[in-house]
Structure formats: C-alpha cells, structure tokens
C-alpha cells in the first residue's frame, strides 16, 4: 500500500489522458480519415462544378472524423476516471478510511438496533436526528455545504462526507443506504430530480429530458418499496409506473421526483445491482402522511428520552469520527476557492 499523494496521481492520471488522446490521433486509421476528409475538401474546392456528390462525400468524412474524436475524448475521460479511483483506492488512507467508515456505520446501526428500532421508516426518521443534531460528524454540528472543488471521486466513500460536519444529498443518501445495508435491510441509492405536481410539471418531465441531480434512498421493508430523502427529511411513494414518485404531505410547488434509475459501484471494486434490483421488484408502498408523522413522532420521543445514552454514544464514537474526517478530507481534497482554510476541514 502507498501512501496518498495527490499532486502524484494528478500527474499520473494527466499523463494518462494525454498519452490516450495521442494514440487516437496518431491511429493510422484515423490519419486516414482525416486524410480523406483533406482530400475530399480539396477535390470540391478544386472542381468548377461539384454538384452534390463531392460535397456529400466530404460531408460525411468529416462527420465521421468529428464523431470518432468526441467518442475517444469521452473514452478517455472514463478511462482517466477509473485510473484515478484504483490510484486512491490503492492507498493506506483510503483503505483504513473506508475499514473505519464501515466500522462506524455497523456501530450506528448496532445503537439503534439495541434502542429497539427496527421499522425502516423510524431508521430514517432516528437517523435525521442524529445527523441534524451532529451526532454523526467529528464537529457536532451538521449543515448542508456544496464546496467549489470536491473530489470525492469513490463512491463507496460517499457516506464518510458526513462526519466532517458538512455534506450535500449524494453523501447523506450513501450515509443512510450503508446503514440500512447494516440492517439487512434492500436499499438503494437512487438519482432524482424534484418535479412540479400540477399538470405542467408533469407535462414537461414526460416530455422533456431531465438531468437526475438529486440522490436520494430507495428502501423495500413491509410496507413495500419507497424514498426516504434525508436531505430534505421527505418520504415519497411511487406512481405505479414507477417513473416518478409524490412526495408525501408536500403541495403542487414541489411534489414530485422524477425517477432515474442508477446503481453505483459498491464496496471497493465490485458492482452489484441485487439491491437496485431488488427494490424495483418490490410491490410499491402505500404510505400516508399519518403513518410518516407517527413514525416522526417516534423518532422524536425517543431520541429526547435516551438523549443522555446517545451522548455518551457520541464520546465513544467520536475518535472515529475525526479519523474519518481527517483521512477523507485527504483523499478528496474538498475546499471553496473564496478561502480553503476556513471551509476544509482542518487537521
């Protein structure tokens, strides 16, 4: 194992790219088209009367040059990516971030489990609590904060965000899905993108291509498959086509996700869709604003009647916390360009 340096994998990962794009220009079959596409252009430009033909011919060896240069600067750009991950994911840091990660996430769990929580919507409802109330960052304090540059490039490390005290929808998302895995119970992380309720909103999610640029969990227990967003501390249920979802008890302003369907990569290397897969499978819950208010209700009691407990869980946890933070921070080099110092975490 090495030990992180970034400015090393940056320099890797650039050489990489570069040394690519490269191979793909100096391709011969790729001198070739261009070639041709020269060629064709010079014949049309030659030529006192070319028609239709030499222009078409031109046209479409240009186009394909053109198509074939996007898709290796595409190409490259993953492959750049992919490089970088297994740069990180071959580090001390990364490594003993993520085994302490897990270790805390199994004893997050283990706290609520001996609290008597077992219904997957008082998990949600307990675990807002907690994250809200910073029993689950290194600082004690929890509020959402988009920094300008967040490398957070593994996905497997997405839920470690959240003991620096500060996250977005994508880290508290993961945070509760590996909690819920924990558990044993299907769940899955889940791309969306919030929708008007009235019929002009529907409307123009079923007409026009939206970006997904919300993550939220989708869970399967008893009541069948739903969302549970803790960003917005929102349950939703889905339309029986399962493309979009309604946001309970919410107005016509915002009601709706609508519905993009992407698993992740899960632990280290491997992908596995069986959680993705099988919440889908799931019949869809039938909740009500009721049921998610009782199970609010609960959450809330219990939290303010074993206060004492979960503060003394905190102190126990809290070297682990900081440990998690330090090493992600490291890992993900997350900061504002306005002032790094007071944003980034501090070691």
Same mark, same amino acid.
């Given at each position: 194992?090495?030990?992180?340096?970034?400015?090393?994998?940056?320099?890797?990962?650039? =050489?990489?790219?570069?040394?690519?794009?490269?191979?793909?220009?100096?391709?011969?079959?790729?001198?070739?088209?261009?070639?041709?596409?020269?060629?064709?252009?010079?014949?049309?430009?030659?030529?006192?009367?070319?028609?239709?033909?030499?222009?078409?011919?031109?046209?479409?060896?240009?186009?394909?040059?053109?198509?074939?240069?996007?898709?290796?600067?595409?190409?490259?750009?993953?492959?750049?990516? #992919?490089?970088?991950?297994?740069?990180?994911?071959?580090?001390?840091?990364?490594?003993?971030?993520?085994?302490?990660?897990?270790?805390?996430?199994?004893?997050?769990? =283990?706290?609520?489990? #001996?609290?008597?929580?077992?219904?997957?919507? #008082?998990?949600?409802?307990?675990?807002?609590?907690?994250?809200?109330?910073?029993?689950?960052?290194?600082?004690?304090?929890?509020?959402?904060?988009?920094?300008?540059?967040?490398?957070?490039?593994?996905?497997?490390?997405?839920?470690?965000?959240?003991?620096?005290?500060?996250?977005?929808?994508?880290?508290?998302?993961?945070?509760?899905?590996?909690?819920?895995?924990?558990?044993?119970?299907?769940?899955?992380?889940?791309?969306?993108?919030?929708?008007?309720?009235?019929?002009?909103?529907?409307?123009?999610?079923?007409?026009?291509?939206?970006?997904?640029?919300?993550?939220?969990?989708?869970?399967?227990?008893?009541?069948?498959?739903?969302?549970? #967003?803790?960003?917005?501390?929102?349950?939703?249920?889905?339309?029986?086509?399962?493309?979009?979802?309604?946001?309970?008890?919410?107005?016509?302003?915002?009601?709706?996700?609508?519905?993009?369907?992407?698993?992740?990569?899960?632990?280290?290397?491997?992908?596995?869709?069986?959680?993705?897969?099988?919440?889908?499978?799931?019949?869809?819950?039938?909740?009500?604003?009721?049921?998610?208010?009782? =199970?609010?209700?609960?959450?809330?009691?219990?939290?303010?009647?074993?206060?004492?407990?979960?503060?003394?869980?905190?102190?126990?946890?809290?070297?682990?916390?900081?440990?998690?933070?330090?090493?992600?921070?490291?890992?993900?080099?997350?900061?504002?360009?306005?002032?790094?110092?007071?944003?980034?975490?501090?070691?």
């Amino acid at each position: 194992m090495k030990t992180v340096r970034l400015e090393d994998i940056d320099r890797k990962v650039s =050489s990489s790219y570069n040394g690519q794009l490269l191979r793909f220009l100096t391709d011969k079959s790729n001198i070739i088209s261009a070639a041709a596409f020269a060629t064709g252009l010079g014949l049309t430009n030659a030529s006192s009367d070319p028609g239709v033909l030499l222009p078409m011919i031109t046209g479409a060896a240009g186009y394909a040059m053109v198509s074939s240069f996007f898709k290796a600067v595409k190409e490259t750009k993953k492959f750049s990516r #992919d490089y970088r991950i297994e740069l990180i994911r071959n580090t001390q840091e990364y490594n003993e971030c993520l085994d302490t990660y897990y270790n805390l996430v199994n004893e997050v769990a =283990s706290l609520m489990y #001996d609290l008597g929580i077992r219904d997957s919507l #008082d998990i949600a409802m307990f675990y807002n609590e907690l994250l809200y109330n910073g029993y689950l960052s290194a600082t004690g304090e929890f509020t959402y904060h988009k920094y300008d540059v967040d490398k957070d490039y593994c996905q497997e490390l997405y839920g470690a965000r959240v003991t620096s005290g500060r996250a977005v929808c994508r880290h508290m998302a993961m945070n509760l899905k590996d909690i819920y895995d924990a558990y044993g119970y299907t769940a899955s992380y889940l791309a969306v993108k919030g929708a008007k309720g009235n019929f002009g909103g529907y409307l123009d999610s079923r007409l026009m291509p939206h970006r997904m640029n919300h993550a939220v969990v989708c869970v399967k227990d008893r009541y069948g498959k739903y969302i549970v #967003d803790p960003t917005w501390e929102k349950i939703a249920m889905f339309d029986s086509n399962d493309n979009f979802a309604t946001i309970i008890g919410e107005n016509l302003t915002l009601a709706r996700y609508i519905i993009g369907y992407n698993s992740l990569i899960e632990q280290r290397k491997h992908v596995n869709y069986d959680n993705l897969v099988g919440v889908m499978k799931a019949k869809n819950a039938q909740l009500n604003q009721r049921i998610v208010d009782a =199970s609010r209700y609960r959450a809330n009691v219990l939290f303010e009647q074993k206060l004492s407990y979960i503060r003394s869980f905190y102190r126990h946890i809290l070297s682990q916390l900081k440990t998690i933070a330090e090493l992600e921070y490291v890992l993900s080099n997350y900061h504002d360009e306005c002032n790094d110092k007071e944003n980034a975490f501090s070691r």
